[in-house]
């Protein structure tokens, strides 16, 4: 299925700052809010249901050029629904913890 980007944003930023945007973040969905993401001249709402998909991963990424560059972590926290639906989500297949 083709895949079109309606909102981009990257910055290096201070820790502080992306656990406020997370928690920002955090506090629309537990309050049941829309979700408005706004960077320079771009803008997208959007209003996730009730059990969207909650999905983490975590990624090392290697040169495959040289062993001697360093490799590249990150974490990627997504939320997937598909557009239109009802409440309900895929059914809980297990537990997370986040510490």
Not at 28 to 50: I, K, W
Request: hydrophobic share 30%.
């Amino acid at each position: 299925m083709p895949e079109e980007v309606l909102f981009e944003f990257e910055r290096s930023m201070e820790r502080t700052e992306i656990a406020s945007y997370l928690r920002t973040v955090a506090d629309r969905l537990e309050s049941d809010e829309d979700l408005v993401l706004e960077a320079a001249d771009q803008n997208v709402t959007l209003s996730p249901p009730g059990r969207p998909t909650f999905e983490i991963k975590a990624e090392r990424e290697t040169s495959s050029s040289s062993s001697d560059d360093p490799a590249e972590l990150s974490i990627e926290f997504e939320l997937e629904w598909t557009e239109g639906a009802g409440e309900d989500g895929t059914s809980a297949d297990g537990s997370l913890t986040i510490e």
